[in-house]
C-alpha cells in the first residue's frame, strides 16, 4: 500500500502542471499545439493520483508487471512525442529563416543595383544613404 502523501503529492503536482500549463495558454506564453501534450500528461497524471487502482487496471490490461513502469513508459513516451514535435516545428523554422536571408539578400542586391543607377544618371553622384 502506497502512502496517503505520494497520492496527495501526486495529485498536487498534477493540479500543479495543469495549472500551469493553462495560465501560461492564458497569457499567450505557450500556444495550444504545445500545450496538449503537457496536458495529456497532466490529466493522466491527476486521474492516476485520484484513481490509483486505473494504473493497476491499465498495467494489468497491458501485460506490465509493476504499475510504476507504465507510469515511466507513458512519461518517456510523452516527452519523445514533445521532442519530435518540436524538432518537426524547428526545421520548419530553419528553412523559413534560411528562406528569408535568401530573399533579404536578394533585395539588398536589387536596391544597391538601383542606387547605382541612379547615381549614374544623376551624373555620377554617390548615393546618400552612407552604403558606398
Known amino acids: 500500500m502506497i502512502p496517503l502523501g505520494t497520492y496527495l ?3 498536487v503536482a498534477a493540479l500543479f502542471t495543469l495549472g500551469l ?3 501560461m495558454l492564458r497569457r499567450r506564453q505557450l500556444r495550444e499545439r504545445h500545450a ?3 496536458l495529456i500528461a497532466g490529466l493522466l497524471a491527476l486521474i492516476i493520483g485520484v484513481f490509483p487502482q486505473v494504473l493497476v487496471w491499465a498495467a494489468g490490461v ?3 508487471e509493476i504499475p510504476t ?3 515511466f513508459f507513458v512519461s518517456i513516451l510523452i516527452l519523445f ?4 514535435q518540436h524538432s518537426s516545428e524547428l526545421t520548419t523554422l530553419e528553412n523559413r529563416s ?3 536571408a535568401e530573399e533579404s539578400a536578394l533585395q539588398d542586391l536589387r536596391i544597391r543595383a538601383l542606387e547605382q543607377r541612379l547615381a549614374e544618371f ?3 553622384d554617390a548615393p546618400t544613404d552612407g552604403r558606398g
Not at 512525442?81 to 519530435?84: A, H, K
Request: charged share 10%; aromatic share 8%; glycine share 16%.
Open 81 to 84: 512525442l514533445v521532442s519530435i
Open 98 to 100: 534560411r528562406t528569408l
Open 21 to 23: 500549463v493553462i495560465e
Open 69 to 71: 513502469n507504465l507510469v
Open 62 to 64: 497491458i501485460g506490465v
Open 9 to 11: 503529492l501526486g495529485i
Open 122 to 124: 544623376r551624373g555620377g
Open 36 to 38: 496538449i501534450w503537457w
